[in-house]
């Protein structure tokens, strides 16, 4: 096989892997007879690790962290959701558009998208990782129910 290709594929498969098998895969790979068949199998093998990584590896340790845990898109889209809900009562509210009105308008609408597509973000971050770092969890999940008690508040003040 073509050097150039095998090192691309090799590239494909995740940090911890590549660090451990990663140079004599390669090896392998130029030695051998590549072809389409190869390659695609190199491929399919790659996609597999990233969904269903080998035991053992770095990449299957859970965040010790928040910090770490929050990078996560389950954890970080309610956040950036809520924060962005919270933007929307601002824009509208320079606007001079927070009013109640008898007919939601875009502003409403646009806000309860916000708020009430987090749930299923949330329930699926809580299945995921209360199992695999609690303590990490019920910090991430507290400080997501800030943000969204945040972006409610003024909805409820205001009595919009």
Do not use: C
Request: charge should be positive; glycine fraction near 6%; charged fraction near 15%.
């Amino acid at each position: 096989m073509n050097p150039k290709l095998a090192h691309l594929l090799v590239l494909m498969y995740p940090r911890p892997w590549r660090e451990r098998y990663g140079a004599e895969f390669e090896a392998l790979l130029q030695t051998g007879r590549g072809g389409l068949r190869a390659s695609a199998n190199v491929v399919w093998s790659a996609i597999h690790e990233h969904v269903f990584p080998t035991p053992g590896f770095e990449a299957n340790q859970y965040p010790t962290s928040v910090v770490a845990l929050t990078k996560k898109p389950s954890a970080f889209l309610p956040l950036a959701m809520s924060f962005t809900a919270l933007a929307v009562l601002g824009i509208a509210a320079s606007l001079g558009d927070l009013v109640r009105q008898p007919d939601e308008g875009v502003t409403a609408h646009l806000w309860q998208i916000l708020i009430g597509g987090q749930i299923p973000v949330l329930i699926f971050f809580a299945v995921k990782w209360v199992r695999r770092a609690p303590k990490q969890t019920l910090y991430v999940l507290a400080f997501q129910a800030a943000a969204a008690i945040s972006a409610m508040a003024p909805v409820y003040f205001l009595h919009l």
